[in-house]
């Protein structure tokens, strides 16, 4: 049987990279003009947008009087869209902003008519292992996609992708690129076409995608068609799309091969695989936003509702929207010029802004409208916690007061116990030019405490300020000179020698010299690390730095700062000079509180003041046990990996278009494990994680370099990535200044997924907490700025939804679309399926609840036990999302 071979006319609109949106924007408002005349006077019968609906939202916000016009097209089915809101990276967003990315593209399609169901990502650095179930979940079966397989993976371009929850899509591989029809337009022999599209199918039915980067439309294919078809009457080439094309493959009931897991894999095209730590600056934002989004505000929003205080989603979509516009593969990766990077940080501090401002508003007006305890006037400090389990913490505050000395009280008037880290006198008069200008009467004292409490389950409680006239409390005390080592129930951290010795007290372990960090010189550019020719790597110990102890009732804290010499450029490098330097402050916490369930990780804030150029930072764990793999989280579970790639050795050989080094992404963790070690790094941020030699768990904490793309690379040879015809300098992604790192450390017996993200999600979603004063007015932006009470009374210490689990981890819990329900969305991150994922309780009645797909769709009911009710049996890896009323 002869084969048909389906040309697809598309563009791929880059959002931005090295032009800006706004360019790009208006290139697509003239753009459209083309495309809507090509379909409405018959030169084309389908066209393709690209799969994402953030333009289209762009152009009708500009051109509103071709939005009949538009809908008319589309109405039609000649022009196709959706089901992406931005074309998102896959492997470094996180799993509810590509849910939320797929719902808000789809609704906007929808809005206008329709909106293709297809997972439609032709140019993302790579294939999440999770995508199947995700697509699978918004109602889509099937996938194209160009770069990540290998055929190692599959040999074939059509293949079944499957989850190991069951999910499954029916996948093709345009292995050639999204542009390979453009071919067809220039050359009348279409042979050397078609014999590179062939290859590697099973099937009659073979894609040819026409379009490119920004392209014109390809006037005159109609005759170019026919062309072809008369230069090779044995192939027919029709003008198509891919949902025509899908369905034609579907009609000759091939047994297509199965395939599963993530693909990563740079065999035919190139996947970036260290573009994870390029712009480090837009990650930790981009993860900031992410998890206080997800975490924070919109499990604040069910807070805020149960007392009285409108839903406002608009609000909400709106700091979504904004994120998602740096979601695009570019723009997430931080491959772009400097200026596109410069607007990529601006949304991002737009998103954030929005985001601590919503936070910020909530707390106070939730605050200030409580009952007092009685005839008590003290100021009152009231405590959010966002997580829908009940969690003891140890929280750092700020005590605004008039006098020094205070004291705290719980509602039974118990005193609860802090300590002082430190105290700042301050003045709330009208600024002056001098200090001794300032009325002595308007002065109040600033102090930072901390202090352990229990909190309630998505809820509040408030404690009471009162000031006393001496101190009742202790400041955190400095440790005696030359005592380098700090303690909790669990661990003995020493420094000696200028290296860290690691005690483990449970398991009576020593893991000697376990952390440090390594700096090597980076001759890559934004999309890649490469090593230069004449590398010089150093270890960087803490020999030389001022090392302070700081003990307290709940916590210990090394602080070490110094300065580490490096050279300065990759030319000193080479000739190995010291002649730059980064100032470093590395402060190290053990927390008092750890039980066998929930464990606390040492926690590591490292600041950097980078002032060398064309570099790579790791931090690096020594491991006193050896693994063959290693695993790291993704979107909706974890992921196995590799310590070292089969092809390591031969891919030059085999043409491979970069080396499959073990540098891969992560969202939140990395892990090594054996069978009675578990090591994992929990980030805030950090996206890239490699495993060196010796069994060594490396994060890249930053990479520094100067250009948008660079050819003949030692990992990546040949052409340069990005815009192939001219080097662009970006010297804004040396990332001179300050850099702020946070990661953790976790040390356990057994491998446990799920136990890991709940640690996680304690380690990085701070409570949140406001004082009623009026001696401070700037603790937040808007703070002095006066607003009313709510009408009604709202509860000093309340308790929202618990879930009870120890198997699953919670993934949403957020306003349902109405605002008035609630939507829950749980993962079974492990491997193996559970049977009792746990319960999740309500503190009110509750009417019904809902199971739905993820886009809260209704699929079945769940039966309601006291307010309750049980989350049953999950497949492995599976996710589950509830509607609550």
């Known amino acids: 049987m002869s084969k048909t071979y389906h040309v697809i006319s598309h563009t791929h609109w880059d959002y931005e990279w090295y032009f800006t949106h706004s360019e790009s924007l208006i290139q697509l408002i003239y753009h459209m003009d083309e495309v809507m005349s090509a379909l409405e006077s018959g030169e084309l019968d389908h066209y393709l947008l690209d799969g994402q609906l953030s333009i289209v939202e762009d152009y009708l916000a500009i051109c509103p009087e071709q939005t009949t016009r538009f809908k008319k097209l589309v109405k039609a089915g000649q022009l196709k869209l959706g089901p992406w809101y931005t074309q998102s990276d896959l492997l470094t967003i996180g799993g509810e902003s590509i849910i939320r990315n797929l719902m808000t593209g789809m609704q906007i399609a929808k809005s206008i008519d329709h909106t293709m169901e297809i997972g439609y990502v032709p140019d993302s650095f790579g294939q999440s292992i999770d995508m199947p179930k995700i697509y699978n979940g918004v109602g889509i079966k099937r996938t194209v996609f160009w770069r990540g397989l290998s055929s190692d993976k599959c040999a074939s371009r059509e293949f079944i992708w499957r989850c190991e929850d069951g999910s499954e899509v029916t996948a093709y591989n345009i292995k050639n690129g999204y542009f390979v029809g453009c071919h067809i ?16 199918t099973l099937a009659n039915n073979v894609v040819i995608p026409l379009g490119g980067d920004q392209r014109y439309v390809d006037i005159g294919l109609k005759s170019r068609l026919e062309l072809a078809n008369q230069i090779s009457p044995e192939y027919r080439f029709v003008e198509s799309s891919y949902d025509d094309f899908f369905d034609a493959l579907q009609t000759e009931s091939i047994e297509l091969p199965s395939v599963s897991g993530e693909l990563i894999d740079a065999e035919v095209s190139k996947i970036h695989r260290s573009i994870y730590s390029s712009r480090y600056d837009h990650k930790y934002l981009n993860d900031y936003i992410e998890r206080n989004i997800t975490l924070q505000l919109e499990p604040m929003l069910l807070i805020a509702r149960d007392m009285g205080v409108p839903t406002k989603l608009g609000m909400l979509s709106a700091i979504w929207a904004c994120l998602m516009r740096n979601h695009a593969h570019d723009s997430a990766g931080g491959c772009n010029t400097d200026r596109t990077n410069r607007v990529i940080l601006s949304r991002y501090e737009q998103a954030r802004q929005m985001l601590d401002s919503a936070l910020a508003y909530l707390v106070r007006k939730l605050s200030i409208s409580h009952a007092r305890n009685g005839d008590n006037m003290d100021s009152e400090v009231t405590i959010f916690n966002t997580l829908p389990y009940a969690r003891e913490v140890i929280l750092p505050l700020d005590i605004t007061t008039l006098n020094e000395h205070f004291s705290l009280y719980d509602e039974a008037g118990k005193a609860v116990r802090f300590d002082i880290v430190k105290v700042r006198r301050d003045s709330r008069s009208s600024i002056r030019r001098t200090a001794n200008e300032y009325d002595s009467s308007l002065f109040y004292y600033q102090s930072s405490i901390e202090l352990r409490y229990q909190l309630p389950a998505l809820g509040c409680c408030t404690l009471v300020v009162k000031e006393v006239s001496h101190a009742t409390n202790g400041y955190l005390e400095q440790a005696s000179s030359g005592e380098n080592q700090i303690e909790n129930d669990v661990f003995i951290l020493s420094l000696v020698g200028g290296k860290f010795n690691l005690f483990d007290k449970v398991r009576q372990n020593m893991w000697p010299d376990c952390l440090h960090l390594i700096d090597m010189g980076d001759d890559g550019d934004t999309y890649d690390y490469s090593p230069p020719e004449h590398d010089w790597q150093l270890t960087l110990d803490w020999k030389e730095a001022e090392c302070i102890i700081s003990k307290g009732q709940f916590s210990e ?7 580490w010499q490096l050279p300065a450029s990759l030319q000193s490098r080479a000739a190995q000079q010291l002649d730059g330097h980064v100032d470093y402050q ?62 390591m050795s031969d891919w030059r050989d085999l043409g491979w278009k970069e080396e499959p080094s073990a540098i891969y992404p992560m969202l939140h963790f990395a892990n090594l494990h054996d069978e009675h070690h578990s090591l994992s790094i929990l980030t805030k941020g950090i996206k890239e994680y490699e495993i060196l030699a010796n069994n060594r768990l490396a994060v890249t904490l930053f990479r520094s370099v100067g250009w948008l793309g660079k050819p003949d690379l030692q990992r990546r040879p040949g052409i340069a990535s990005g815009q192939q015809f001219k080097f662009i300098e970006t010297p804004d992604s040396q990332l001179p200044g300050v850099i702020t790192c946070e990661l953790a450390l976790l040390l356990e017996k057994n491998f446990a997924p799920a136990a890991i993200q709940f640690t996680w999600q304690h380690y990085a979603i701070q409570p949140l907490y406001y004082q009623d004063q009026s001696l401070n007015l700037f603790t937040n932006t808007m703070r002095y700025f006066v607003t009313h009470p709510l009408p009604q009374i709202t509860a000093r210490h309340s308790q929202g939804i618990e879930v009870n689990t120890t198997t699953l981890v919670v993934s949403a819990l957020k306003p349902a679309a109405n605002g008035s329900k609630t939507v829950i969305r749980l993962y079974n991150p492990m491997a193996e399926d559970t049977d009792n994922g746990g319960t999740v309780i309500f503190p009110n009645k509750i009417q019904s609840v809902q199971e739905t797909n993820l886009l809260e769709e209704p699929l079945a009911s769940l039966p309601i036990i006291k307010n309750q009710f049980k989350l049953g049996h999950f497949k492995a890896k599976q996710i589950r999302t509830f509607v609550v009323c």
């Open 185 to 200: 337009m220039d050359v009348d022999d279409p042979s050397s076409l078609i014999a590179q599209v062939t290859e590697g």
């Open 557 to 563: 804290r090394l602080t070490l700062t110094g300065c």
């Open 586 to 647: 590395i402060e190290i916490s053990l927390k008092e509180i750890a039980t066998e369930h929930h464990p606390l990780p040492i926690e590591i804030n490292i600041k950097l003041d980078n002032q060398v150029k064309d570099h790579r930072m790791q931090f690096v764990v020594t491991t006193p046990f050896t693994s063959e793999s290693n695993w790291a989280d993704s979107q909706f579970g974890v992921v196995e990996r590799a310590n070292q790639h089969e092809h």
